[in-house]
C-alpha cells in the first residue's frame, strides 16, 4: 500500500498569505495525485487532479506541483473560506490511499 | 450532479447495515462510483469502488469479506451491504463519483455508528 505524508500537520498563516503544503509518497506515483478540501461540517471537495490540473470552479490561486513521490498544493494568497483541511489522494495503486491531512488555520 | 446517501444509523457490533446512494444529474450507468468513508474527528479512507457495468470491484482489505458493493444502474443507485460491524467502522460514509480514480463529486455523507 502506498503511504502518503502530508505536512505539515497544522499550518497557521493569516489572510493574504501564501500558503504551501506538502505530500510525499511511499513510492512514486508518478502524476496521479489530487487534493481535496474539507471545511467543517462538509463533504471533500476536489481541488486538483493529475497533481497540477484545477478542478472546474477552483480558482487560480490554488496550484499544484510535483511528480514521482513529493508534491506540493499551493494557495497564493489566503481568503478566509481557504481556511479548511487538505488532503492529498494517489490513484497510482491499489488501494487508493489518502494523506493524513493539513490543517490549515487562521493565525 | 447530486448524491444523496441513506441507511445509516445506529447498528450493535457484528450486525448489517445497508447504505444506499441515489444519484443524478449525470448519466450514473456511464460512470464508476465509489464509497469513502470518515471516522469521527480523523481522516478519509477509501472503502470500495464500482465499475460502470457492475462486473469489476474492488474492496479495502479493512472490509473485505464483510462489505460488499453494488448497483443498479435502472434505479441510479448505489449501495453497500455492510455486515458484521465492529466499533471501527463507525464512521460518516461518503458516496462519490469517481473520475479516472479521482473523486470529483461527494455527497452529504451517511453516519454509521457500530455500539451496543
Known amino acids: 500500500e502506498i503511504v502518503l505524508t502530508q505536512s505539515p500537520a497544522t499550518l497557521s498563516l493569516s489572510p493574504g498569505e501564501r500558503a504551501t503544503l506538502s505530500c510525499r509518497a511511499s513510492?512514486?506515483?508518478?502524476?496521479?495525485l489530487a487534493w481535496y478540501q474539507q471545511k467543517p461540517g462538509q463533504a471533500p471537495s476536489l481541488l486538483i487532479y493529475?497533481?497540477?490540473n484545477r478542478a472546474t470552479g477552483i480558482p487560480a490561486t490554488f496550484s499544484g506541483s510535483g511528480s514521482g513521490t513529493d508534491f506540493t498544493l499551493t494557495i497564493s494568497s489566503l481568503e478566509p473560506e481557504d481556511f479548511a483541511v487538505y488532503y492529498c489522494?494517489?490513484?497510482?495503486?491499489?488501494?487508493?490511499?489518502f494523506g493524513q491531512g493539513t490543517k490549515l488555520e487562521i493565525k | 450532479v447530486q448524491l444523496v446517501e441513506s441507511g445509516g444509523g445506529l447498528v450493535q457490533p457484528g450486525g448489517s447495515l445497508r447504505l444506499s446512494c441515489a444519484a443524478s444529474g449525470f448519466t450514473f450507468r456511464s460512470y464508476w462510483m465509489s464509497w469513502v468513508r470518515q471516522a469521527p474527528g480523523k481522516g478519509l479512507e477509501w472503502v470500495a469502488h464500482i465499475k460502470q457495468d457492475g462486473r469489476e470491484k474492488y474492496h479495502a482489505d479493512s472490509v473485505k469479506g464483510r462489505f460488499t458493493i453494488s448497483r443498479d444502474n435502472a434505479k441510479n443507485s448505489l449501495y453497500l451491504q455492510m455486515d458484521s460491524l465492529r466499533a471501527e467502522d463507525t464512521a460518516v460514509y461518503y458516496c462519490?463519483?469517481?473520475?479516472?480514480?479521482?473523486?470529483?463529486?461527494w455527497g452529504q455523507g451517511t453516519l454509521v455508528t457500530v455500539s451496543s
Open positions: 489522494q494517489q490513484r497510482s495503486d491499489w488501494p487508493y490511499t
Open positions: 493529475d497533481a497540477s
Open positions: 513510492q512514486s506515483v508518478r502524476n496521479f
Open positions: 462519490a463519483r469517481a473520475i479516472t480514480g479521482y473523486f470529483f463529486d
